[in-house]
C-alpha cells in the first residue's frame, strides 16, 4: 500500500452490505463510514447484532459461508476500494496488509495441528521465507506475543492451552505477515480480568513497536477506555456518535451511548444504582422502518424520529471532531449554549 502517515490507512465511506439467508435478508450495515489512521486504535462500540463484525471484517471477503452479500460503498485501502474485488485479490490484501484476531481462538485454529506448524505454515504462505526459517520466525513470534517456553508451546495442540495463551497464539498468527493493520475482534472476550489486561497491554505494545493501526471490535467500555484513542459507537447499522474516546465518554450526546455508559456498572454508586438498562430490544433488521432506528427506545423521541433518517452532524468539541446522529439532542446542546 502507498500510505501517506497523514492519511487514513483504511476508510469506509457509505458501507451498505446487505444479508441474504433462505427466505430472509437483512440490513447489517445502512450506510456506515469510518477511518483509521497508522498507529491509532479505533474502538467499533455497539450491542451484539449491531452490525461490528460485518462491518469490519466484510469489506475484506470475511463473512459466514452460505450467506449471500450484497455490498455497496467503498473501503479504500491505500488506492484500492476492495468492494468488487475477487476473493484471490482480497486474500492476497488480507494476508500482506491485514492481521485478524477472532473472537474465539479455539473455533479459529486447526483443532488437529500443533501450534507452532500452524503459525510457521502462515509464515511460510505470507512471506514465502524458508521453511526453516519460516519455524525461526515462528517461535520469534511466540515469544513476542509473551508465551512462556516457547520451544515447547510450539508443539502443543490448542486443547492443552489456556484460553490466554491461545489468544496470544492467536495475535501471532495475525501478526505473521507483519500487517499494517490490526482487527481485533472481541480480544479479551470470556477471558478473566488479569489475563484481559495482559492481552491489551501485549496489543498496545505491539502497536508501540510496529506502528501499526488497530481496529478493536468490542461491547466493552472499559476495555475502550483503556486502550482506544476514537470511537465508533454502532446501533443497529448505524453510526449513533462518533469521536476520540475522551470526548464522547465523558460528553455523551446521542442517547443510546448515554444508555450504554449507563449500564455500565460503578461499583462506587449505591447498590439501587448499580446497573441501569436501555429498555427495550434492538429492531429487526429484516423489518426495517424509516426513521431513527433508536426512536422505540428513546425517551427523547418526538414524531420525526419515527419519520426521518438522522444524519451525523458536527457538534462542537474541545478534543477532535465529534458527530452524532442525533437532531433532537443536537439541538438541545444548542439551546443550552444560547441560555
Not at 25 to 38: E, H, I, Q
Amino acid at each position: 500500500m502507498n500510505i501517506k502517515l497523514d492519511e487514513p490507512i483504511f476508510e469506509v465511506e457509505n458501507l451498505v452490505i446487505d444479508l441474504y439467508a433462505a427466505n430472509v435478508s437483512v440490513r447489517a450495515v445502512d450506510g456506515c463510514s469510518f477511518s483509521v489512521y497508522p498507529g491509532e486504535t479505533l474502538a467499533i462500540v455497539g450491542e451484539s447484532g449491531s452490525g461490528k463484525t460485518v462491518m469490519t471484517l466484510g469489506p475484506l471477503g470475511l463473512l459466514p459461508e452460505g450467506v449471500s452479500v450484497d455490498m455497496k460503498g467503498i473501503a479504500r485501502s491505500g488506492d484500492q476500494n476492495l468492494i468488487g474485488q475477487s476473493e484471490k485479490s482480497l486474500a492476497k490484501l488480507r494476508g500482506g496488509n491485514y492481521g485478524v484476531v477472532f473472537q474465539d481462538p479455539i473455533s479459529a485454529l486447526n483443532p488437529m495441528k500443533r501450534i507452532g506448524p500452524q503459525l510457521a505454515s502462515q509464515v511460510f504462505r505470507l512471506t514465502g521465507a524458508s521453511k526453516e526459517k519460516s519455524k525461526e520466525i515462528a517461535l520469534d513470534l511466540l515469544r513476542r506475543t509473551g508465551i512462556p517456553d516457547p520451544v515447547d508451546r510450539y508443539t502443543r495442540y490448542p486443547h492443552e492451552m489456556s484460553g490466554g495463551m491461545l489468544q496470544r497464539a492467536m495475535i501471532a498468527l495475525a501478526l505473521a505477515g507483519r500487517p499494517r493493520i490490526l482487527i481485533a475482534d472481541e480480544p479479551t472476550t470470556a477471558l478473566d480480568a488479569t489475563v484481559q489486561a495482559q492481552i491489551l497491554e501485549l496489543l498496545k505494545e505491539i502497536q508501540r513497536d510496529e506502528n501499526i493501526a488497530i481496529v478493536l471490535i468490542t461491547h466493552d467500555i472499559g476495555v475502550v477506555a483503556a486502550v482506544a484513542d476514537r470511537i465508533v459507537i454502532l446501533y443497529a447499522g448505524r453510526v449513533a456518535e462518533t469521536g476520540t474516546v475522551t470526548e464522547v465518554l465523558i460528553n455523551p450526546v446521542h442517547p443510546y451511548t448515554k444508555g450504554l455508559l449507563a449500564s455500565v456498572p460503578d461499583l462506587r454508586a449505591k447498590q439501587s444504582e448499580l446497573l441501569t438498562g436501555i429498555p427495550g430490544t434492538p429492531p429487526d433488521q429484516s423489518q426495517l422502518k424509516p426513521g431513527c432506528r433508536f426512536s422505540d427506545r428513546c425517551s427523547n423521541a418526538i414524531e420525526t424520529c419515527w419519520q426521518i433518517r438522522p444524519t451525523l452532524k458536527e457538534i462542537e468539541s474541545s478534543d477532535g471532531v465529534h458527530l452524532v446522529a442525533c437532531p433532537v439532542e443536537i439541538a438541545n446542546i444548542k439551546g443550552k449554549g444560547n441560555a
